[in-house]
């Protein structure tokens, strides 16, 4: 089945030490983005591209970076995570010219 | 900036009864999508809606976009406990940079008690 898959789903980093998610898609999606979700709260979305254009959001703090390498892969790196950085991160796919979006199981992030 | 509101934030009920989420705007939306997601997962998506005063039925779940699509409710029947999670209205718009980005609704956390 064609899917939207993240890596890990539990991640455990320490105060300030950098930390990378992944996220990999089967569905050939051209747009993939990246959400920060907290407690039961809806998704805020970080950044997106559109093939290998990157759009960041105004409000997205220069903390969080990404990198497409291809069209399959997408990761998001926390340089240095600060305790609200603790969060569901959530990577979503959308076809060209489809609204709907199709989210990965998402990787839960604990700060220590 | 668009908004959508979605009401009622939390909802508690017994197995088998009726209820219904709605989410408004005073926005146009191209689309609205409804996504339900349990803890500790992904939102998955349960329908999209485009064309206004369009409805959708998936099994006992009934999702309805208002005529001036602005605004959308979902509706369960007879609500069981496998109907538990945090339900989220999503609208997008077409044309520009913002295509398909995603306006989400506050989501409303439902628990159905057996």
């Known amino acids: 089945d064609a899917m939207v898959i993240q890596n890990p789903r539990y991640q455990v980093t320490q105060f300030g030490k950098p930390v990378t998610l992944s996220c990999s898609q089967t569905l050939n999606h051209n747009v993939m983005y990246w959400y920060q979700q907290k407690s039961s709260q809806a998704p805020k979305l970080l950044f997106h591209?559109?093939?290998?254009?990157?759009?960041n959001e105004a409000d997205t703090p220069d903390n969080f970076q990404s990198r497409r390498p291809n069209t399959s892969f997408c990761f998001l790196d926390i340089r240095s995570p600060g305790l609200g950085d603790a969060a569901m991160y959530l990577c979503?796919?959308?076809?060209?010219?489809?609204?709907?979006?199709?989210f990965g199981p998402g990787t839960r992030l604990t700060v220590t | 900036t668009q908004l959508l509101e979605q009401s009622p934030q939390f909802l508690s009920i017994q197995e088998g009864e009726n209820l219904t989420v709605y989410c408004n705007s005073s926005?146009?939306?191209?689309?609205l999508q409804w996504y339900r997601q349990e803890p500790g997962e992904g939102p998955v998506l349960l329908v999209t809606v485009v064309t206004g005063g369009e409805v959708k039925k998936l099994k006992r779940l009934t999702f309805q976009f208002g005529d001036a699509r602005k605004d959308s409710s979902l509706h369960i029947t007879a609500a069981q406990p496998g109907d538990t999670g945090l339900y989220l209205c999503?609208?997008?718009?077409?044309?520009?940079?913002?295509?398909?980005?995603?306006?989400f609704g506050q989501g409303t956390i439902l628990t159905v008690h057996p």
């Open positions: 926005s146009v939306f191209s689309s």
């Open positions: 979503a796919t959308r076809g060209t010219g489809a609204y709907e979006q199709y």
């Open positions: 591209y559109y093939d290998k254009d990157f759009n």
């Open positions: 999503a609208g997008a718009n077409a044309g520009g940079t913002s295509y398909g980005k995603l306006t």
